[in-house]
């Protein structure tokens, strides 16, 4: 079955550091995409970025970037020089196929709650 | 603006008080769904819809009702709402999810409480 795990419950970091909140995917699709989310204290939920299986290039937003490794079935995401405003809960999700089709529903972790002190 | 708008953001109710919640986007999405989202148990899909008309259960569609007659609007229906109902709930929309995997834009949530 597939499963997306966030070991990483909480972490507490203090304004100006750099954080990376893990995630660890399993599937047995060949072909398959995988997503991060934030979910800031207000409450709705933020698309951050979509990334398929065929390509491992790593990804740069602003100070968000992302490293993805298929051969540990990873997808970490890395903040650089945090601020406040990052504080969220942050959830990797995983695309899911059934048979061949695809039905839109991703496979959520359980979410890293990032808090980012001033 | 683009968004997604869910009703109501907050409801208290009481046990087999049927119940709707309300989901509407302005994107022209062709896919819509819902989710839920419970405390340890992360977000899980509870029905979606490919297009117009086609609908198809998620991961937990027990207890729960879901209608596509127009592009914009995917209400979730509770016909007699338990106390396990109790929780957040997201609608999404994205555009066709046909081809690949799309990123979903969310509502706000619904929080609802079900005595």
């Known amino acids: 079955a597939q499963k997306v795990t966030q070991a990483q419950t909480e972490i507490s970091v203090v304004e100006k550091e750099d954080v990376t909140l893990d995630c660890v995917y399993e599937?047995?699709?060949?072909?398959?995409?995988l997503f991060w989310y934030k979910q800031p204290p207000s409450g709705e939920l933020v698309f951050l970025i979509r990334?398929?299986?065929?390509?491992?290039q790593n990804e740069i937003s602003g100070r968000y970037s992302w490293n993805f490794q298929k051969s540990t079935s990873s997808f970490n995401f890395t903040i650089t020089a945090s601020q406040v405003v990052d504080s969220a809960v942050y959830f990797c999700?995983?695309?899911?196929?059934?048979?061949?089709?695809?039905?839109?529903?991703?496979?959520f972790g359980q979410g890293t709650t990032l808090q980012v002190k001033p | 603006e683009a968004q997604v708008t869910q009703n109501p953001r907050y409801l208290i109710t009481v046990t087999g008080k049927k119940l709707t919640v309300t989901c509407s986007q302005n994107?022209?999405?062709?896919?819509m769904s819902w989710y839920r989202q419970d405390p340890g148990l992360g977000l899980r899909q509870i029905y979606y819809?490919?297009?117009?008309?086609?609908?198809d259960k998620g991961d937990v569609p027990e207890g729960y009702k879901v209608s596509r007659k127009e592009k914009r609007n995917f209400p979730l229906i509770l016909e007699s709402p338990s106390p396990n109902q109790t929780s957040l709930y997201f609608c999404?929309?994205?555009?066709?999810?046909?081809?690949?995997?799309?990123?979903?834009?969310f509502g706000e949530g619904s929080r609802l409480t079900v005595l």
């Open positions: 999404a929309s994205s555009l066709s999810q046909e081809l690949a995997p799309r990123e979903l834009f």
């Open positions: 599937t047995r699709d060949t072909t398959y995409y």
């Open positions: 994107m022209n999405h062709e896919y």
């Open positions: 990334r398929n299986s065929f390509d491992e």
């Open positions: 999700a995983l695309s899911e196929l059934v048979g061949s089709s695809n039905t839109g529903k991703l496979i």
């Open positions: 819809s490919m297009n117009v008309e086609v609908t």
